[in-house]
């Protein structure tokens, strides 16, 4: 083999693979424009955050990847396929290799805490009940519960607590590429911190790629390889924190470098070195994302 060759074979081999493509993305309800023109692009194994202003489209934006919404135009492309392009079964094959936990839980009220993570599974019709119900055990242990817990209902649980049962029911089918929505919004700063260690422990344990939607910038900074966001209808970062900071747009001098995030950016740190602030971060092209994203 050439020294050509195998300078391309190294730079193929080290290019990350895309598990979600997004392309030209464009959403509107009615005259109200949601996105207009987005590009990105989630590399397996990583953990990318969404990030944006109220109103900014971060929901609607996972509602469109998972299927939950049809984009207005473009194109996005989850492990390789069109979500709404393929058959309800083919759909439903897809949706069975990512895990979706909502902003509250979502737990069904009137089902047991056994029964809420064991649904996915029984919906599959694919197992004997007693290896779905152990199934849904060992997924319960498996985010910090107990057997004591199997038989609880949600009205009996702790923020926290809701949190993990709806962690473990994403975590049913053993997906590959798990969504969060504001996954430590409402818990207090320990339980946070403890929810924060959990889903970093499960990433590295279950070679999990994560898509997090977060306004707290702790579980931002604790968790993030990547941030994208969204301002103006548009992705203006994508990157990494350190390099996100440095892009000059209002939406991320306001939410990055106030007071409040310069506690939180204080964990990037070198030993001598200061966070980024707006007076001394150097201006950054609006377009400074990485190659093929917005």
Same mark, same amino acid.
């Given at each position: 083999?050439?020294?050509?060759?195998?300078?391309?074979?190294?730079?193929?081999?080290?290019?990350?693979?895309?598990?979600?493509?997004?392309?030209?993305?464009?959403?509107?309800?009615?005259? /109200?424009?949601?996105?207009?023109?987005?590009? @990105?692009?989630?590399?397996?194994?990583?953990?990318?955050?969404?990030?944006?202003?109220?109103?900014?489209?971060?929901?609607?934006?996972?509602?469109?990847?998972?299927?939950?919404?049809?984009?207005?135009?473009?194109?996005?492309?989850?492990?390789?396929?069109?979500?709404?392009?393929?058959?309800?079964? +083919?759909? +439903?094959?897809?949706?069975?290799?990512?895990?979706?936990?909502?902003?509250?839980?979502? @737990?069904?009220?009137?089902?047991?805490?056994?029964?809420?993570?064991?649904?996915?599974?029984?919906?599959?019709?694919?197992?004997?009940?007693?290896?779905?119900?152990?199934? !849904?055990?060992?997924?319960?242990?498996?985010?910090?519960?107990?057997?004591?817990? !199997?038989?609880?209902?949600?009205?009996?649980?702790?923020?926290?607590?809701?949190?993990?049962?709806?962690?473990?029911?994403?975590?049913?089918?053993?997906?590959?590429?798990?969504?969060?929505?504001?996954?430590? %919004?409402?818990?207090?700063?320990?339980?946070?911190?403890?929810?924060?260690a959990l889903i970093r422990e499960l990433r590295r344990e279950l070679g999990l790629t994560v898509v997090?939607?977060?306004?707290?910038?702790?579980? @931002?900074?604790?968790?993030?390889?990547?941030?994208?966001?969204?301002?103006?209808?548009?992705?203006? /970062?994508? !990157?990494?924190?350190?390099?996100?900071?440095?892009?000059?747009?209002?939406?991320?001098?306001?939410?990055?470098?106030?007071?409040?995030?310069?506690?939180?950016?204080?964990?990037?740190?070198?030993?001598? +070195?200061? %966070?980024?602030?707006?007076?001394? /971060?150097?201006?950054?092209?609006?377009?400074?994302?990485?190659?093929?994203?917005?």
């Amino acid at each position: 083999m050439s020294s050509a060759q195998s300078a391309a074979q190294s730079v193929a081999q080290a290019k990350p693979t895309a598990v979600i493509e997004v392309r030209n993305l464009v959403k509107r309800f009615g005259k /109200a424009v949601v996105h207009d023109g987005i590009d @990105l692009d989630v590399y397996r194994g990583e953990v990318l955050s969404i990030v944006g202003g109220s109103g900014s489209g971060k929901t609607v934006l996972l509602r469109q990847i998972v299927g939950l919404e049809r984009p207005t135009s473009g194109t996005i492309r989850v492990f390789g396929e069109e979500p709404r392009r393929l058959s309800a079964a +083919q759909l +439903q094959a897809l949706r069975n290799r990512w895990g979706l936990q909502f902003q509250r839980g979502a @737990l069904f009220s009137a089902l047991s805490v056994i029964d809420n993570i064991a649904l996915p599974l029984r919906e599959l019709r694919a197992l004997p009940d007693n290896l779905i119900c152990r199934a !849904a055990l060992l997924k319960l242990q498996l985010v910090g519960l107990s057997a004591r817990d !199997a038989d609880k209902m949600p009205s009996d649980l702790s923020g926290g607590m809701i949190k993990r049962v709806a962690l473990a029911r994403a975590l049913a089918l053993e997906p590959e590429l798990l969504f969060l929505d504001e996954p430590t %919004a409402g818990l207090d700063p320990m339980a946070s911190d403890d929810y924060v260690a959990l889903i970093r422990e499960l990433r590295r344990e279950l070679g999990l790629t994560v898509v997090m939607i977060t306004h707290d910038l702790d579980t @931002l900074v604790a968790l993030s390889d990547r941030i994208a966001v969204l301002a103006d209808h548009k992705l203006v /970062a994508a !990157a990494p924190i350190a390099e996100v900071v440095k892009v000059d747009h209002p939406f991320i001098r306001e939410y990055f470098l106030g007071e409040r995030a310069q506690r939180a950016l204080q964990a990037l740190q070198q030993p001598g +070195q200061s %966070a980024p602030s707006a007076q001394s /971060a150097p201006p950054a092209r609006r377009d400074a994302a990485p190659s093929g994203e917005a």
